[in-house]
T-cell receptor, first 114, second 113 residues
Framework: KAGVTQTPRYLIKTRGQQVTLSCSPI?????VSWYQQTPGQGLQFLFE???????NKGNFPGRFSGRQFSNSRSEMNVSTLELGDSALYLC?????????????FGDGTRLSIL | DQQVKQNSPSLSVQEGRISILNCDYT??????FLWYKKYPAEGPTFLIS?????DKNEDGRFTVFLNKSAKHLSLHIVPSQPGDSAVYFC????????????FGTGTRLKVLA
């Protein structure tokens, strides 16, 4: 069974640009969550999508947005990039996102802002 | 304000012995707690979870203990194996009011052969 796939694995952008990251969940999984990992802040929850709707949201500015398609694939968009957005962005999927249900993580997209 | 803390950044344990990883939290309203393991260049892997209404959950070599009065969570690995060497994260979920899913900063476990 294929795992969670994130593309691209590495990305370099400059300040002010925008970026779109992609996540393909495990087949049959309907919940997709996004996280940001930085050395200073650790792992932080961005948002969760379920059945094409944002169900939960973390404490990030509106520059961070996402969407989910009917096949459960998800994209995350960051606009007006700042140096502090340099991080590893992780996507995780689970069957329904129920409490305590195991989340399966992808290997992440490492975004570097110059 | 770090609501979920792992105060030990690293831990070394001899193979075959018990590894105890600790996690403290500040919000008594958290509903669920989870532990993840992370190897370098890979995403975290779910290990075990516990509901706030329980005080213990066991899965093979992994046991999670929850002490609500102390707001303390621990993961026991027995016996420890070299393949357990990784960074371990605890996480807490709050579903009432504003949804929160908060990770600790991680503890690097090294199991010595």
């Amino acid at each position: 069974k294929a795992g969670v796939t994130q593309t691209p694995r590495y990305l370099i952008k400059t300040r002010g640009q925008q970026v779109t990251l992609s996540c393909s969940p495990i087949s049959g999984h309907r919940s997709v969550s996004w996280y940001q990992q930085t050395p200073g802040q650790g792992l932080q929850f961005l948002f969760e999508y379920f059945s094409e709707t944002q169900r939960n949201k973390g404490n990030f500015p509106g520059r961070f947005s996402g969407r989910q398609f009917s096949n459960s694939r998800s994209e995350m968009n960051v606009s007006t990039l700042e140096l502090g957005d340099s991080a590893l962005y992780l996507c995780a999927s689970s069957l329904q996102g129920a409490l305590g249900q195991p989340q399966h993580f992808g290997d992440g997209t490492r975004l570097s802002i110059l | 304000d770090q609501q979920v803390k792992q105060n030990s950044p690293s831990l070394s344990v001899q193979e075959g012995r018990i590894s105890i990883l600790n996690c403290d939290y500040t919000n008594s309203m958290f509903d669920y707690f989870l532990w993840y393991k992370k190897y370098p260049a890979e995403g975290p892997t779910f290990l075990i979870s516990i509901s706030s209404i329980k005080d213990k959950n066991e899965d093979g070599r992994f046991t999670v203990f929850l002490n609500k009065s102390a707001k303390h969570l621990s993961l026991h690995i027995v016996p420890s194996q070299p393949g357990d060497s990784a960074v371990y994260f605890c996480a807490a979920i709050l579903t009432s009011g504003t949804y929160k899913y908060i990770f600790g900063t991680g503890t690097r476990l090294k199991v010595l052969a």
